[in-house]
C-alpha cells in the first residue's frame, strides 16, 4: 500500500501500527525506543541527530505517529471516524492527497463505521476504507461474529473491492486503483483477505479457535513474503545470494536498533503531566498539571 500512495497521502489505523510506521519514515530505533518506553530529549539541542521513542516513549506500543501518520489508535474502530476527518481537511484544503483509513474484521461490526461512512459519502470524501479481514477478532471467527462477512459491500453506497490481502502485487495495484478513485470520485473500500498466524494478544495462544493444520498451511502456501519471493525469483528478477544478502542486513539493522532502544534512558518521571495542555503552566488549576504538584525527577 505504501508504494502506491504518497508522503503526502495520510494513513491511520488500529494499534497494531509498527509496519506502518516504519514505512511511514520512523526508524527501528525510533519504534523499538517507543516500545520500551524510551525518551532521551529534554530539548531539542539534546535531540539534534539522535532518535528514540517516535511518541516520546508515551504512546508504546499501540500509539505512534509521525507525519501524515495518525497512529496507532487504541479503541476498536475509532480510527475510521477520524480518518473520514482527516480525508475531510484534505478536500476543505484543496490538496491531492488521500486517507487510508484501516480497521479489521471486528471492527468493521462498530456503528461508528457506518455514521463515517455516510459523512464520507455525503461530502465524496477522499478517503479509501480497507477492511483487514485476517478471519478471527480475538478469539472469535469472522462467521460467527457478523452476519454477512461480505466486508466490501458493508459501504452499501460506496463501492467496494475484494482483493487477496496476501498477495503483494495485488494489494499494490488494488491500492493504485483506490486512490486514483477516490481522488476523483470520493470514498471506496477495500476488503483484504489476510491471515494472522499468532495469537490476537499475549494471553492468546491463538490455537483453541483453530486447528494448527490451518495455520501450517497458510504459512507453506500463502505467506506473502514467501509467496513474492518465489515470483521473483521464478521471474529471475533476483538471485538467492541477492535475497539472503537482504536478510543479514535487515538482522544486523534490528539488532543494533534493539540494542540502542534498550541504552536509551527511561522517560523521566517529570515528564509524566507535559504534553497534556498546548502551553506548559495553564493559568488554571488541573490535577497533576499544577506548578505546586508537578511531579520532580531524581
Known amino acids: 500500500m505504501e508504494s502506491s500512495i504518497t508522503k503526502e497521502d495520510a494513513v491511520i489505523t488500529a494499534y497494531r501500527a509498527h509496519g506502518w510506521t516504519y514505512v511511514r519514515g520512523v526508524a527501528p530505533h525510533a ?23 517516535c511518541a516520546k516513549g508515551k504512546g508504546g506500543s499501540m500509539h505512534m505517529y509521525t507525519k501524515n501518520f495518525y497512529g496507532g489508535n487504541g479503541i476498536v474502530g475509532a480510527q475510521v471516524p477520524l480518518g473520514a476527518g482527516i480525508a475531510f481537511g484534505l478536500k476543505y484544503e484543496n490538496k491531492p492527497n488521500i486517507c487510508v483509513t484501516l480497521y479489521g474484521d471486528g471492527a468493521a461490526n462498530q456503528g461508528q ?8 459519502k455525503l461530502w465524496n470524501l477522499p478517503c479509501v476504507f480497507v477492511c483487514e479481514n485476517n478471519g478471527y477478532g480475538m478469539g472469535t471467527s469472522v462467521e460467527r461474529a457478523s452476519a454477512s462477512t ?9 463501492p467496494g473491492m475484494r482483493i487477496d490481502g496476501m498477495d503483494v502485487l495485488a494489494v499494490r495495484e488494488a491500492t493504485k486503483f483506490a486512490r486514483e478513485y477516490a481522488l476523483n470520485n470520493g470514498p471506496i473500500l477495500i476488503e483484504a483477505a489476510t491471515y494472522r498466524y499468532h495469537g490476537h494478544s499475549m494471553s492468546d495462544p491463538g490455537t483453541s479457535y483453530r486447528a494448527r493444520e490451518e495455520i501450517k498451511e497458510m504459512r507453506e502456501t500463502r505467506d506473502p513474503i514467501t509467496v513474492f519471493r518465489r515470483k521473483i525469483l521464478e521471474c529471475s528478477l533476483v ?47 488541573v490535577r497533576g498539571c499544577d506548578p505546586s504538584i508537578r511531579v520532580i525527577s531524581h
Open 31 to 53: 519504534i523499538l525506543g517507543e516500545l520500551t518506553g524510551r525518551n532521551i530529549a529534554v530539548s531539542p539541542h539534546e535531540m539534534a541527530g539522535r532518535t528514540s521513542g
Open 113 to 120: 463505521l457506518f455514521e463515517a461512512y455516510n459523512m464520507a
Open 239 to 285: 538471485t538467492p545470494e541477492e535475497l539472503k544478502k537482504v536478510d543479514i542486513e535487515v538482522d544486523k539493522e534490528i539488532d543494533k536498533a534493539a540494542d540502542q532502544a534498550k541504552k536509551d534512558p527511561e522517560i523521566p518521571l517529570g515528564e509524566l503531566y507535559n504534553n497534556i495542555y498546548i502551553h506548559p503552566d495553564p493559568d488554571y488549576t
Open 150 to 158: 461480505d466486508y466490501y459491500t458493508r459501504g452499501d453506497y460506496i
